[in-house]
């Protein structure tokens, strides 16, 4: 209640001096991740892979001994290049600490920090890794090769598991899964699993990969309830000390060494995503792909649905949204208070596009804790005949050819440009200009249509946009 009461303080003073009322607005709808729980990888299946681990460890002469634990873990998953959301990914599930079972399912569960953000069977099963999901459109990301595993730290190649099929939707107790095993110079292994098929590393057992090195892509095989990696960590090559890397007053077993680099908070609020859309995301039965009704062109007085994805959003937590006009000038903005502590959640709003609105690139502004995002949209008639548009502060070819030249008034203290298609995908920036005037991006590989260039500064303000004609052969 007192965030909240504070908040609506903050509110009250903002009108008065920024001469702009920030609405609070509820959210139209809602929706979270819902991560249903099977044992990463059956008993018999784990003991099976330890023998054979320790065979390759034997076989390939590699450390035997920790007693250092010296390994320092970098984040196992990255995004891929073509990859521009803000985050990607949530926890779903941590190392369970508490070794007590009493017959039924997530009965006795504690991670590293005390709480319950694990699992465990009533018979007898912990679970013995970090479990790392994909978010938003998870399935989305298994089919685009979206989120890659690395090597959390540099080692060598002991085994190698594929060919089994990487769209499992719960239990799946004879599945196989896919994965990669490492280990390192102080004699501890990491395991990484559920890869997708046919995705992983080319290198072979016993090669070297160094820290942050591609490994495979996060998907769902074995026995798993949709696509996340679960990274299980060693002290040891005989595979008998289990390491949690995240330390904590609960860690029963590394408890206070941390293992990674840079231990990220129990918590991070992180705005994973905005989406903008003709209608809500429409969710679908595990393995389908959920309907995005993605959309980043409109018309004047479309409708349109807002979407923002977070992962760890806490109780209470403020968003607020601007909707930006091409020239820079906000057209409306709200702040909404969102509700519970989630893993992974996202919150739509249905708005309208006015019907005034002016051709160009558009962009919706998200503020989330210490966090600013933003979506660039179009709005206007696309069609086959560019227009010429007149512009205050540069010049250049319309259309443009093989290399399109621009040249601005020295005033205007330009940081950055982007090129979108008509999609509002980027295909070209660049990004360190420093206020320079004059410069030329190569455009010889774009296919001949519209474009929309964008100009911003060094806050990222939007400066100028325009709408391009390439026309070269
Ligand atoms: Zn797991």
């Given at each position: 209640m007192r965030k909240l009461y504070t908040f609506i303080m903050v509110c009250v003073f903002a009108s008065f001096s920024n001469q702009q009322i920030q609405a609070q607005a509820t959210p139209d709808g809602f929706g979270f991740y819902q991560a249903a729980q099977t044992q990463c990888l059956l008993p018999e299946e784990r003991a099976s892979i330890k023998t054979q681990l320790r065979q390759a460890i034997e076989t390939l002469d590699l450390p035997e001994v920790n007693s250092l634990a010296t390994t320092k873990f970098i984040w196992p998953v990255r995004a891929a290049d073509d990859m521009t959301d803000p985050s990607f990914y949530g926890i779903s599930n941590f190392v369970d600490h508490n070794a007590n079972f009493s017959g039924v399912n997530n009965d006795n569960v504690k991670d590293y920090n005390c709480g319950t953000r694990s699992y465990d069977s009533g018979?007898?099963?912990?679970?013995?890794g970090t479990d790392i999901f994909l978010w938003p459109f998870p399935w989305h990301k298994v089919d685009n090769n979206s989120v890659e595993v690395i090597a959390a730290a540099a080692g060598t190649i002991i085994m190698k598991m594929n060919g089994s099929g990487h769209d499992n939707c719960g239990n799946c107790p004879n599945c196989p899964w896919n994965a990669v095993y490492l280990s390192h110079e102080d004699g501890s292994v990491t395991w990484y699993g559920h890869l997708k098929n046919n995705s992983l590393t080319t290198k072979a057992v016993g090669d070297q990969v160094a820290q942050g090195e591609y490994l495979g892509v996060v998907a769902s095989s074995g026995n798993s309830t949709g696509p996340h990696l679960h990274f299980e960590v060693y002290a040891d090559a005989g595979l008998q000390q289990l390491i949690d890397p995240y330390a904590g007053a609960c860690n029963n077993m590394n408890g206070n060494t941390s293992w990674w680099e840079t231990q990220k908070p129990y918590r991070e609020p992180t705005l994973n995503k905005i989406l903008m859309g003709t209608a809500p995301i429409m969710e679908a039965a595990c393995p389908s792909m959920a309907v995005t009704n993605e959309a980043t062109h409109f018309m004047p007085g479309d409708d349109y649905t807002l979407t923002l994805f977070f992962h760890d959003q806490m109780d209470l937590d403020n968003v607020g949204i601007k909707i930006i006009k091409p020239t820079g000038v906000v057209l409306s903005s709200w702040n909404s208070t969102l509700s519970n502590e989630i893993n992974g959640s996202y919150w739509f709003w249905n708005r309208s596009i006015p019907n005034d609105a002016e051709d160009g690139a558009w962009k919706v502004e998200v503020t989330y804790h210490d966090q600013v995002e933003e979506l660039i949209f179009m709005v206007g008639n696309v069609s086959s005949n560019a227009e010429i548009q007149v512009t205050a502060h540069c010049q250049m070819a319309n259309p443009f050819g093989n290399f399109l030249d621009i040249r601005c008034e020295h005033s205007i203290a330009i940081e950055k440009v982007e090129l979108y298609n008509v999609s509002g995908k980027i295909l070209l920036q660049k990004n360190t200009l420093s206020g320079q005037a004059n410069f030329t991006l190569n455009t010889t590989h774009l296919e001949n249509g519209i474009y929309f260039l964008v100009m911003k500064d060094k806050n990222g303000r939007l400066l100028e946009s325009r709408k391009l004609l390439k026309a070269a052969y």
């Open positions: 018979n007898g099963y912990n679970h013995p």
